[in-house]
């Protein structure tokens, strides 16, 4: 079970919860058992029920179809696994989720780690779990099942949204989570960067020019012409609206662009690195 906690602005999480806390609670009065009964036919723990009944922790997929077939619910628990499904991540990750569902094109800059939409499972637990302070582990495997849950858009040939990434050259040498987890992570930039929808370019250290020295971003261009930024400091996350903002980084993700290496020259490159890896 995950330790649920949506914040004091997660209102969609907090009303999906709600709804499932009552269900959970009538189905298991109207079958005749106590929350320790209950728990005891399904496999959990009085406590577990308990926090599930008071919104605490957010119920499994199991905990909900056992909790079904024991309390004789006909399917209406079970069928809650889809809305528990959609809050099971931290806000600020469905969030982004949705806006890059609804992208006709990303475009994304990093000179710290590997683009989250193209990180490894194994990458991304390196990542997360560097954290300082750390995260709990049950928050760590969260976080990492948000970001696997985003990489639909890259894992597919259909074609849209069209992804373009640069990644500093910093990013394929940096050790993160030891060698071979980092052989691997180069082997994915090599798999991805072979869709047609795709774009993988890589800016060199020898390069005297970088227009990205202020950090990570991405451009999220959506369906009805409008255009969404996204930037992460330490400690912020944030979206960006505001035109002159986002004009500031059109033009510098082009400038990027132009000083990286071209699409074919930066998976020669990342092969080149591999190989040294």
């Not at 033009?251 to 990342?270: D, W």
Request: aromatic share 4%.
């Amino acid at each position: 079970m995950d330790d649920w906690d949506t914040g004091t602005d997660d209102d969609e999480a907090g009303a999906v919860m709600k709804a499932v806390v009552r269900q959970v609670k009538l189905w298991r009065e109207a079958a005749g058992l106590t929350q320790a009964e209950l728990g005891a036919a399904i496999g959990y723990g009085e406590e577990t029920v308990s926090s599930v009944e008071r919104g605490r922790r957010i119920p499994r997929p199991e905990f909900l179809d056992r909790a079904d077939e024991v309390t004789g619910a006909g399917g209406k628990l079970a069928a809650l696994k889809t809305d528990v499904a959609g809050i099971r991540y931290p806000k600020k990750v469905r969030d982004l989720k949705k806006l890059e569902a609804e992208s006709v094109e990303l475009c994304a800059y990093n000179n710290s780690v590997i683009h989250g939409l193209l990180q490894t499972d194994e990458y991304a637990r390196a990542v997360i779990g560097n954290r300082q302070p750390p995260f709990p582990e049950n928050e760590v495997e969260r976080r990492v099942a948000g970001r696997m849950d985003r990489q639909g858009i890259v894992s597919t040939a259909t074609g849209l949204p069209v992804v373009s990434f640069v990644q500093c050259e910093a990013t394929l040498r940096r050790c993160t989570g030891g060698t071979m987890v980092l052989r691997r992570q180069l082997e994915r930039l090599l798999e991805v960067g072979q869709l047609s929808n795709v774009s993988i370019q890589v800016l060199p250290l020898s390069r005297e020019e970088n227009a990205g020295l202020d950090g990570p971003f991405q451009l999220l261009r959506l369906e009805d012409g409008s255009t969404v930024g996204h930037s992460e400091s330490q400690l912020v996350s944030r979206m960006i609206f505001n035109p002159k903002e986002l004009q500031t980084l059109e033009v510098r993700y082009g400038m990027i662009r132009a000083q990286a290496l071209t699409p074919r020259e930066s998976l020669a490159f990342i092969e080149k690195v591999r190989g040294e890896t």
